[in-house]
């Protein structure tokens, strides 16, 4: 039990290019997802936390306008790399948390983003 | 503030036995997780605990101590595959997630 499904799992795209990746939770319902990043040989890195049916809370640093984070039912968040450069280029990892809030959060297998 | 400290690297030996700490400062505390992660792929969930004491899965045992603030991951008869980062987390009043760094753990046959 306990699957979350990312798509895609990478995508190479031109600089300017809005860019969505979506997070599934397959055979539970996630209340909480969360939305990570992680530089080649650094630690993750927390985004945001997207709760089903309210805004997302972006972690400081973290540009709202530029990160569009969608929780729009209870099995499926979306991030949306809005105008993405090179230096967006990342592994992006989303995690989903069964209810309860100390549940352990269970990860997608993440996208990898290259922008050209 | 809030800290997780672990080791950056550790090297074991295949079949052997390896102990992987983590310190921890939150406010408020609701738990400790343990992932592994390796190379280029997402996390997997390994453990959780809460109270003090060993759990024991497998190969795979953590241990808490709340009044310390410590943890450890213990990997027995290690095998290749087991290289890998594992990442300490510990979960604070606020039900976040205060992630270490991770613990690249090489295995040499």
């Known amino acids: 039990g306990a699957v979350v499904s990312q798509h895609p799992s990478w995508v190479i795209c031109k600089s300017g290019t809005s860019v969505k990746i979506e997070c599934r939770s397959l055979?539970?319902?996630?209340?909480?997802m969360f939305w990570y990043r992680q530089f080649p040989k650094q630690s993750l890195m927390l985004m945001a936390t997207?709760?089903?049916?309210?805004?997302?809370?972006?972690e400081q640093g973290v540009e709202k306008d530029k990160f569009l984070i969608n929780h729009a039912s209870l099995t499926l968040s979306t991030l949306t790399v809005t105008s993405a450069h090179p230096e967006d280029s990342s592994f992006y990892i989303c995690?989903?948390?069964?209810?309860?809030?100390?549940?352990?959060?269970?990860f997608g297998d993440g996208t990898r983003l290259s922008i050209l | 503030g809030q800290n997780i400290d672990q080791p950056t690297e550790m090297t074991a030996t295949e079949g052997a036995i390896v102990q992987i700490n983590c310190t921890y400062q939150?406010?408020?505390?609701?738990?400790l997780f343990w992932y592994q992660q390796h190379a280029g792929e997402a996390p997997t969930f390994l453990s959780y605990?809460?109270l003090d004491g060993l759990e024991e899965k497998g190969r795979f045992s953590s241990f808490l101590s709340r009044s310390k603030g410590y943890s450890y991951l213990l990997l027995k008869e290690l095998q290749m595959k087991d290289s890998a980062s594992y990442l300490c987390?510990?979960?604070?009043?606020?039900?976040?997630?205060?992630w270490g760094a991770g613990t690249k753990l090489i295995i040499k046959p």
């Open positions: 987390a510990a979960m604070d009043s606020n039900y976040q997630l205060i």
């Open positions: 997207s709760n089903e049916g309210s805004k997302a809370t972006y």
């Open positions: 939150t406010s408020g505390f609701n738990g």
């Open positions: 055979d539970f319902q996630a209340t909480t």
């Open positions: 605990n809460v």
């Open positions: 995690s989903a948390r069964d209810e309860g809030e100390a549940q352990p959060q269970h």
